[in-house]
């Protein structure tokens, strides 16, 4: 490859106590929670809006709220589902059951609402919210491994941002990788790519009339209707009176750390959204009056990047239902791992894991600790989100928003804890950490550790 040398000056802004990069649920809760602990927090966020995919990427559900006998959610994301309801930004039919005692069903929400709630939040914590800015390099002493400051990018050109406390919330673990700490990618450390999915916001449906989304797609696959039969379809989330977002098609063998194949993603992405689009009003009872209102702006990634943290959370873990002195969460997501691909032994695989092997019963749990939000040995980082420290079967459980709410109010947290006491990431007083969490209303019950 052709290297070309860029040597400039740029303007140093005055510097923060936090800086968050990425304004999806992992950043904004952490910028959230850290400004009303009462840092000085910067909030960089590449597209105009909050909520990442949530809003952006128009995955629009929240999925694992209860575990049937109590709400696994508290803090920040308990507060946001409350707010939500309270506003109306929830289906007509959601109570709160949904989030109490209804085990592990899924929650629609008007992607609208959650943005203007999310700006709302910042600006009552104080947090500097920076849009259409992106995180392009980071000015980190590898050996020491501590990072010192971003150097952002928007329409006013370049700038270096200064700060005490890094939280790297972008999901591919971009600013981790920039920093130089080790990390994993799909496809590199894995024989395969979790496929990702192009969401689209869809209106004009009787939901009184909703018909069987399975049976249709076999029949539809029987009929040779779609480019690719995939049976792996999960369908259409209700979020309003009559709006629900399509979560369809998927984009088998796309890499979203390449973007040449992000890009090719996003065309084909819209495409199978037509196709699905005219599936539902041919097969699918209820959706005869469907119309597409729009495409997201975001890719619906599954998987790309992951940090090597101080902990590992592996299946071993997940299957042992297990919890952690240093629980920042707790959690009850059932292990949710695509198909790689339309074969029948691909689908039979999904099949068995999601429905039989890797569900979990009515009231368990398992914990989500502090030490897979650190790049393992790294004084002032953290990560919050789809980068944290798992192994790619757990992964797929704790990818889910409402786990990312959780870390990301305790990558917050904990930065400014290290700021006060002067303490490094890697080393942080966890318990005082899960003292603080619950003082803000985390669900963190004492665990036992198995």
Known sequence: MKTYLLQREIATDDPYDVVVAGGGPAGTAAAICAGRQGAKVLLVEATGCLGGMATSGLVSQWSALSAGTHSVIGGLMLEIVKTMHQRGHLPPHVTPEAWTTRFCGSTGFEPEGLKILLDDLCVEAGVEVRFFTRVIDAEADREARRVDGFILHNVEGCRFVPARAFVDATGDAIVADLCGADCREAGRDTPHIMPPTLCCLQTGIDFDRLGDHEKAVFKAIKDGFFSQPDRHVPGLFRTGRTTAIMNSGHLFGMNALNCRSLSDGMIKGRKLAREYTAFCRKYLSGCENMLPATTASLMGVRESRRIVGEYELCYDDFKARRHFPDNIAV??????????????EQYERYLKEFRETDTLGFGETYGLPYRILVPKGWRN??????CNSSDLKVHGAIRDQPACFMMGQAAGVAAVQSIRTQTPAFALDTQE??????????YLPEPAEK
């Open 433 to 442: 950490l899960v003292s603080t969490l619950r003082r803000c209303g985390a």
């Open 381 to 386: 980082l953290w990560v919050a989100g789809r």
């Open 331 to 344: 959690y009850c997501k059932k292990v949710d791992i695509h198909v790689y691909d339309c074969s029948d």
